[in-house]
T-cell receptor
Framework: KAGVTQTPRYLIKTRGQQVTLSCSPI?????VSWYQQTPGQGLQFLFE???????NKGNFPGRFSGRQFSNSRSEMNVSTLELGDSALYLC?????????????FGNGTRLTVT | SQQGEEDPQALSIQEGENATMNCSYK?????LQWYRQNSGRGLVHLIL?????REKHSGRLRVTLDTSKKSSSLLITASRAADTASYFC??????????FGTGTLLAVQP
């Protein structure tokens, strides 16, 4: 079974631009969670989607948004990029709700904002 | 904000030795999970232990949970160089979100 696939692997953007990150979950997994990882803040929860509905949201500004499609694939969008948005963005899928089922992570998208 | 805090922040041992990492958390939980992350890659799930369980084993891994002390420990026995990674605990708490701790960086010297 293929693992979680995140694209692109690396991304360099300029302040003020917007970016869309993509995540394809493991086949059969209906829950997708997104995390931001930085050296200073560690792993921060962004949001979780289940069956195309946002189930939960972290403490991030409205510039961070996401969605999930009917095939469970998910996208995350960040608008008006700031330097502090530079991070590793990790997507994870699970069979059930992410808090009670093991998460399967992709290798992430490394975003650099200059 | 982090729900869990791992201790120590960094640990360096020799191959063949045992490694113990601890996780303390703040609110009551339904379950606690441990993950491993190799440098620059995604996290890999190791073990999930439920609040009504006290100990769980998986291969060379042993996880204990003490809900009265709000703490958990991960023991890796007979460590190998390939165990070099960061280890995170994650809890659900009262937020209905899976929140990760700050991590322990384990270095196993060959």
């Amino acid at each position: 079974k293929a693992g979680v696939t995140q694209t692109p692997r690396y991304l360099i953007k300029t302040r003020g631009q917007q970016v869309t990150l993509s995540c394809s979950p493991i086949s059969g997994h209906r829950s997708v969670s997104w995390y931001q990882q930085t050296p200073g803040q560690g792993l921060q929860f962004l949001f979780e989607y289940f069956s195309e509905t946002q189930r939960n949201k972290g403490n991030f500004p409205g510039r961070f948004s996401g969605r999930q499609f009917s095939n469970s694939r998910s996208e995350m969008n960040v608008s008006t990029l700031e330097l502090g948005d530079s991070a590793l963005y990790l997507c994870a899928s699970s069979l059930g709700h992410g808090i009670s089922s093991p998460l399967h992570f992709g290798n992430g998208t490394r975003l650099t904002v200059t | 904000s982090q729900q869990g805090e791992e201790d120590p922040q960094a640990l360096s041992i020799q191959e063949g030795e045992n490694a113990t990492m601890n996780c303390s958390y703040k609110t009551s939980i339904n379950n606690l999970q441990w993950y491993r992350q190799n440098s620059g890659r995604g996290l890999v799930h190791l073990i999930l232990i439920r609040s009504n369980e006290r100990e769980k084993h998986s291969g060379r891994l042993r996880v204990t949970l003490d809900t009265s002390k709000k703490s958990s420990s991960l023991l890796i026995t007979a460590s190998r160089a390939a165990d070099t990674a960061s280890y995170f605990c994650a809890t659900d708490g009262a937020t209905n979100k899976l929140i990760f701790g700050t991590g322990t960086l384990l270095a196993v010297q060959p």
